[in-house]
């Protein structure tokens, strides 16, 4: 039985060691003409918006989809939980710590197997397919084409996913953390 072409983004699982994970809030300017969709990979953008619901004009830093970044080269915040419309100010809880685990679908580009990929690195393929504004959920994946060792992909694959119906293969889920991440080690601040 194949696996799905059934791409969702992002979802954390836990943190690495499996304790849980937590959220931190950042804002989605209403400039910004992009959408947001629930599980995409974020990045940091320059400003700060107000959350709408704070009495004292409570500033959060802003984020943008990661569908405007470049794979490989930006540096990612973490996953997104939920939804912002286009051209709409929205508040995000991101998951922004750099040891969290998510699952993710692979492309369809190179059948994945644990003994040739697993334990390396993979960019994110922001270019597979675009959210769905019907589930409101991202469509990116990790990109299986150009695995490799190379410190500077964007993520980090753990394992195949023990869920069921989940092959190695052809859109295989995967585990993952974030390589190029934001917060991490050594990287330029922006």
């Given at each position: 039985m194949a696996n799905p072409n059934n791409p969702f983004g992002f979802r954390p699982i836990s943190r690495l060691g499996g304790i849980p994970f937590s959220c931190t809030e950042y804002g989605k300017p209403a400039s910004d003409a992009n959408t947001l969709f629930a599980f995409d990979i974020v990045k940091k953008v320059t400003g700060a918006v107000a959350i709408p619901e704070s009495p004292i004009g409570y500033n959060v830093p802003t984020i943008q989809t990661g569908y405007q970044g470049t794979p490989g080269t930006t540096l990612w915040v973490g996953s997104s939980l939920n939804y912002?419309?286009?051209?709409?100010?929205?508040?995000?809880?991101?998951?922004?710590?750099?040891?969290?685990?998510?699952?993710?679908?692979?492309?369809?580009?190179?059948?994945?197997?644990?003994?040739?990929?697993?334990?390396?690195?993979?960019?994110?393929?922001?270019?597979?397919?675009?959210?769905?504004?019907?589930?409101?959920?991202?469509?990116?994946?990790?990109?299986?084409?150009?695995?490799?060792t190379t410190n500077t992909l964007d993520l980090r694959l753990t394992r195949v996913s023990m869920i069921t119906p989940n092959l190695e293969g052809t859109n295989a889920v995967v585990e993952c953390t974030i390589n190029k991440?934001?917060?991490?080690?050594?990287?330029?601040?922006?």
């Open positions: 912002g419309a286009l051209s709409t100010l929205s508040v995000h809880l991101v998951t922004d710590e750099i040891d969290v685990l998510y699952m993710a679908m692979c492309d369809a580009t190179t059948p994945l197997t644990t003994t040739a990929h697993i334990g390396k690195n993979a960019n994110i393929n922001i270019a597979y397919n675009t959210g769905s504004t019907a589930t409101k959920q991202s469509g990116m994946t990790v990109n299986t084409t150009g695995i490799a991440h934001l917060f991490g080690q050594q990287t330029a601040g922006v």
